[in-house]
């Protein structure tokens, strides 16, 4: 059973930096990719960041590059966005998410999806 669990959200100021981690326990997703999606209240969950397991390509959306760093520690089997420069508009529940297929764009078709860390910035 895949479970992917969470850690590091919290309130920070703006301009603050916050590091998440997510465990996943159950599957290693070498052959896939981990990545982080949020959702802000009232709008639908967005990506954010992903790593592709085979070569560690990177995606990230574009309010977030050069901001957002993911990583990835094959193993603990855990991946991590380190946040800095954070601001009000990063204010959302963020989601680790994970798939075991290959993708040449990782940044949808998420299968498997953790409980969400709240991550509150303020001004």
């Known amino acids: 059973q895949v479970q992917l669990v969470e850690s590091g959200g919290g309130l920070v100021q703006a301009g603050g930096s916050l590091r998440l981690s997510c465990a996943a326990g159950?599957?290693?997703?070498?052959?896939?990719?981990m990545g982080w999606f949020r959702q802000a209240p009232g709008k639908e969950r967005e990506f954010v960041a992903a790593l592709r397991g085979t070569d560690g390509r990177t995606y990230y959306t574009a309010s977030v590059r050069g901001r957002f760093t993911i990583s990835r520690d094959y193993a603990k089997n855990t991946v991590y966005l380190q946040m800095n420069s954070l601001k009000p508009e990063d204010t959302a529940v963020y989601y680790c998410a994970a798939r075991s297929d290959y993708c040449t764009v990782c940044d949808r078709l998420f299968r498997y999806w953790g409980q969400g860390t709240q991550v509150t910035v303020s001004s």
């Open positions: 159950g599957r290693t997703f070498s052959s896939g990719a």
